[in-house]
């Protein structure tokens, strides 16, 4: 199975503000959050998901934090 990567333009309505977000946000879309766009309710979960995640990692303590490095990517990891 194929899965199309989409764009603004080719994007179904719903998704096309989510995607304009995205690239000003980061100055391109990833193609997961391409992918993604097929379902706007698929896209806004995935969205809303990351987002939580990211202020829930700008809270965490850095006593409570342990980096974990994997190669090129370092990610980081609570025991919790």
């Known amino acids: 199975m194929k899965f199309a990567l989409h764009t603004q333009d080719s994007a179904p309505e719903e998704s096309k503000p989510l995607l304009a977000q995205v690239e000003a946000a980061f100055g391109f879309v990833p193609n997961l959050t391409a992918t993604l766009a097929e379902s706007p309710a698929a896209l806004a979960g995935h969205l809303q998901l990351s987002s939580a ?4 990692a700008r809270h ?3 006593s409570n934090q342990e980096t974990v490095s994997r190669g090129p990517i370092a990610t980081t990891y609570s025991g919790h």
């Open 60 to 62: 965490r303590r850095p």
């Open 53 to 56: 995640i990211e202020q829930q």
